[in-house]
């Protein structure tokens, strides 16, 4: 059997509701040379069956004991054949062009190892299962040239979604670091970026259609403040003494701030972390 050229990786769990979207989205790709491969993390559902109803022989369901999302990538990574690895979360979608786009754009930069494109954003409120509300969220990218300093800097945001990479990234030996609890997306960016500092590439389209659920199932948008600090300070510790951090003007300021937002909660000055960031100034 040829190797595909792209294995799309999806984590999920209990998401049977909603993963046909995602896989959908991956069948609708203008460049059909890809293998997806499905790591169900422990779900009790039924998203096993929902998956193995595509009929294509290049969908695979693999399950695992219940671990969390960057062991389910990562397993997800044992299993790739692709030369070129993309993620994608089990309730978010790729545009038809994405493959091609991003294949078309790497082609002109061969140094690429890692590239991400521009995403379509959107926050959504719910509440018992109801949708509340949904808007754009306002951290969209709004300029058009962005370098591997910006991820250091913190002045762009990295996600997993649409994100892609050489399969050499996972061949020496850089995974998902699941002792991170929230932006790990973020921290394995960071792990590319200094291992391969000038192969880093912006893909100026938007080829993501990225969903944030608050009051939903999501990991990220059911977070706690605490859990923003842990994930700063773990990974500000992990990459401080790398060359691409120095120079950096977020952590100290960034670490407080989430630390004051903690105690404003403690004492019930704001409400819970999903609230808050959804309604974020």
Known sequence: MTNPRTSIIIPTYNRAYIIQAAIKSVLAQT????????????????????????KDQRIRYVFQQNAGVAHARNHGLSEARGEWIAY??????????????????????????????RSHRILEQ?????????????????????????????????????????RRVFDEGIMWDATIPVME??????AMGTKYPDGFLFVNEV????????????VRSNGTYRDNIDAFEKIYQKHK?????????????????????????????????????????
């Open 31 to 54: 460049d059909q040379n890809w293998e997806l491969i499905v790591v169900d993390d422990g779900s009790t559902d039924s998203t096993k069956q929902v998956v193995e109803a595509f």
């Open 88 to 117: 994608l979360d089990s309730d978010n979608e790729l545009s038809a062009q994405y493959l091609a786009t991003m294949h078309a754009d790497i082609a002109e930069h061969p140094n690429t190892v890692f590239a991400v494109p």
């Open 126 to 166: 719910y509440k018992d299962g109801k949708l509340l509300e949904s808007k754009p969220d306002k951290i969209d990218i709004v300029t058009d040239t962005i370098t591997i300093h910006d991820i250091f800097m913190r002045t762009f945001h990295v996600d997993t979604n649409g994100l892609m990479h050489h």
């Open 185 to 190: 997306d973020w921290e394995f960016a960071l």
């Open 207 to 218: 080829l993501v259609t990225y969903y944030q659920r608050f009051g939903g199932d999501g």
């Open 241 to 281: 003494n790398d060359p691409l951090m120095k120079g950096q003007t977020w952590y100290e300021p960034t670490v407080q701030r989430w630390k004051q937002r903690q105690q404003d909660f403690e004492a019930g000055k704001l409400p819970p972390f999903s609230e808050f960031y959804y309604k974020r100034p």
